[in-house]
């Protein structure tokens, strides 16, 4: 009762943030969102991103577009989720979204995100992380067509799944945007190797790569780690923290960094990882070497 009263704070603040001018953004955390209450925000964000702040005929000045906004901890009905989103197709200026641990539906994020990402001329950053849902191909397609510039899908599910599609779309048209991808904690497990390494062999363009918490040592996952950095040319930061690596999996990733010229930041220590060998100083002196030649 206590969380749902607080819910329902939230929801009357925010709601007023956006009814107000100079709000550049909205934050929703921990709401659980009735048919009524996500009409009510439809209807805000309707009228905010028409500008519609006074009398009509009098062409009044923008109240500002919307550049931020979060359901963070939502929960809402799945033809709600859906409408939301559709909403935010007017949104032209909206930067940042962030859907982080909300009950939003594989059918929404292939449908509803995968509709508003190519729409919007603005989006470069996108959470998604603890969203129980795996992507699609269509998913990755709008990220494609899209502005997006960061996506984060940690500590989600199904992250195999996710590699692949995300393979395929390096290695057919690209991902010239992305920058940053956050994939910690998604359970790609050292089957995903393979994905991975086709993935980053293809150059997609990214800088900077989380992988925490995967399980990628022992065989193909630090295999396809090592075969991926020799090929790379962009990647910049690799986050490889707890995936149980061993010096034997550092080996191989050190022979790749050796043949890499963009690596600067290798993440190995930490958690499960045993890497404090020869293999490590081999990587971080790589690294530094890069480092200073940029």
Not at 53 to 67: K, V
Request: net charge positive.
């Amino acid at each position: 009762m206590a969380l749902a009263l607080q819910g329902r704070k939230v929801y009357r603040r925010e709601c007023e943030r956006l009814r107000g001018k100079g709000c550049g953004g909205a934050r929703f955390e921990g709401v659980h969102f009735t048919k009524a209450m996500a009409a009510e925000l439809r209807g805000a964000l309707k009228l905010r991103l028409a500008g519609a702040g006074g009398p009509r005929g009098r062409g009044r000045a923008h109240q500002g577009d919307l550049e931020r906004l979060a359901f963070e901890w939502c929960h809402c009905g799945e033809e709600e989720w859906g409408a939301l989103l559709a909403a935010l197709g007017a949104a032209r200026g909206l930067a940042a979204l962030s859907l982080r641990g909300s009950n939003v539906s594989a059918a929404e994020v292939a449908g509803g995100l995968a509709a508003l990402l190519p729409r919007s001329g603005a989006l470069t950053r996108l959470d998604l992380s603890a969203v129980q849902v795996g992507t699609t191909r269509e998913f990755w397609e709008a990220v494609r067509d899209s502005p997006l510039e960061a996506l984060d899908l940690s500590d989600g599910v199904n992250g195999t799944e996710t590699l692949v599609y995300f393979a395929e779309a390096c290695t057919t048209d690209g991902l010239p945007r992305l920058t940053h991808l956050n994939l910690s904690h998604t359970g790609i497990g050292a089957a995903g190797g393979c994905a991975l390494k086709l993935a980053l062999a293809a150059d997609p363009g990214l800088t900077t790569l989380r992988l925490r918490g995967n399980r990628l040592g022992g065989g193909l996952g630090a295999a396809g780690v090592g075969y991926a950095l020799h090929q790379n040319a962009t990647l910049a930061h690799l986050d490889l923290e707890d995936n149980a690596l061993t010096e034997d999996d550092a080996r191989t990733m050190a022979a790749g960094v050796q043949h890499n010229a963009s690596l600067t930041v290798l993440k190995l220590c930490g958690g499960s990882n045993a890497v404090d060998g020869k293999a490590w100083h081999a990587v971080t002196a790589a690294c530094y070497r890069n480092a200073r030649a940029k």
